[in-house]
Structure formats: C-alpha cells, structure tokens
T-cell receptor, first 117, second 111 residues
Framework: GAVVSQHPSRVICKSGTSVKIECRSL??????MFWYRQFPKQSLMLMAT?????????EQGVEKDKFLINHASLTLSTLTVTSAHPEDSSFYIC?????????????FGEGSRLTVL | TQLLEQSPQFLSIQEGENLTVYCNSS?????LQWYRQEPGEGPVLLVT?????EVKKLKRLTFQFGDARKDSSLHITAAQPGDTGLYLC???????????FGSGTKLNVKP
C-alpha cells in the first residue's frame, strides 16, 4: 500500500530555534497533504491543508507565520515550526490522500515528536 | 470545540466482553472513517463508511454510519487484549480527503 514517511521522527531543540519536519509520499503523488498535531492522550487536531504549488490553508486558530508549510513537489510537504517554544512541543503527523472524487484511504506518516527545551 | 465527540473517553474492560464506541456530531459528513492508533505511531485506518445507514463488519468489529450521516458507532465483540489502543473517528465534510478527528476513545482490554 501507499506509504507516507516523516522525518525526523524525534527532534529536540532549544527555545527560539526553528525546526523543519518533512513529509514524503513514497509511492504516489499527493497534490494535497494535511498536517495534524497531537498532544499527549488527546486526539489529532487538523492544523492546515498543504496544497502543491500554492499556499497552505490553515485551520482557525493556527498561526500561519508560526507554522510555515511548503509543498514544493507532488511528493514532499514541509512544516517549519518557527521560533519554537516549549508549548509547541507535540506530536506532529502528516497525511496524504489519493485524492479524487471518492473517499480514498488517508495515509499517515509515522509522526514527528518535537520537544522544545 | 471538537467537531466530532466520542464517547466514552476511556473504557477498561475484561477480555471477552463486548463494547460500543460512539461518534457524534451536528455536522453531516460525506464520509466517515475509524482509525486505531498505538502510542507514538500514526493512526491506522480500520474502515470507511459513506452511505447513511451503512453497516460494515471487519471480523469482530462492526461499524455503522447513522442514517443522517451525522454519527457513527463501532462495536467490538469479544474484545481481546490486542484490541487495546486509541480509537478515533474522523469525518470529511466536503473534501473527501480532509478529515477532522473525534476526541478519541482509549480502550484497555485486560486479559
């Protein structure tokens, strides 16, 4: 089946630095990818929709200048957490769908655990 | 505010018992999916339902989509310790690939 890969799986950074997380669709082209964050023992919260070749669409309450999303190719989307602070520590997960007019399977990456000291 | 509310939030049962998890919303969904997630990993898709009133079975798991496509349920028969995990429902409102997740149900099945 289709695979979505995230990198890095874990990252620890100092407060004030920026961190980039990559999401790759390995065997299919994804015109749209989605970024979620998940706090411990909570559900996934949709942050933004990453659109290949255009600006990302952010959910209400998500700071677009804080969480920069770039979808430069059909197989790669990146999420950059800028000027990270301890409250940004979370599990970030991306997903990519096969698209089309019917509901397809949504493939999730393995997740990236960010810890901001 | 969560678009999808799941109940119960936590469930701890003995092996062999049956259980039902509910997923409710005031919104109508074009499709709804159920996922199971292990700690530190991404969610894994269990089922997709599209048609109101649809019932799907996956071994000991039975999924139902409400007639109005606003709610869903997951029923597990004769639960096993391997069923332990976080169960998430997710609904797509318009875009078939843009899903909003429910609040989650953490299931623990004791041997």
């Amino acid at each position: 089946g289709a695979v979505v890969s995230q990198h890095p799986s874990r990252v620890i950074c100092k407060s004030g630095t920026s961190v980039k997380i990559e999401c790759r669709s390995l065997d299919f082209q994804a015109t749209t990818m989605f970024w979620y964050r998940q706090f411990p023992k909570q559900s996934l919260m949709l942050m933004a929709t990453s659109n290949e070749g255009s600006k990302a669409t952010y959910e209400q309450g998500v700071e677009k200048d804080k969480f920069l999303i770039n979808h430069a190719s059909l197989t790669l989307s990146t999420l950059t957490v800028t000027s990270a602070h301890p409250e940004d520590s979370s599990f970030y997960i991306c997903s990519a769908g096969t698209g089309g007019p019917r509901p397809g399977e949504l493939f999730f990456g393995e997740g990236s655990r960010l810890t901001v000291l | 505010t969560q678009l999808l509310e799941q109940s119960p939030q936590f469930l701890s049962i003995q092996e062999g018992e049956n259980l039902t998890v509910y997923c409710n919303s005031s919104s109508v969904f074009s499709s709804l999916q159920w996922y199971r997630q292990e700690p530190g990993e991404g969610p894994v898709l269990l089922v997709t339902v599209v048609t109101g009133g649809e019932v799907k079975k996956l071994k000991r798991l039975t999924f139902q989509f409400g007639d109005a496509r606003k709610d869903s349920s997951l029923h597990i028969t004769a639960a096993q310790p391997g069923d332990t995990g976080l169960y998430l429902c997710a609904g797509a409102v318009r875009d078939f690939n843009k899903f909003y997740f429910g609040s989650g149900t953490k299931l623990n099945v004791k041997p």
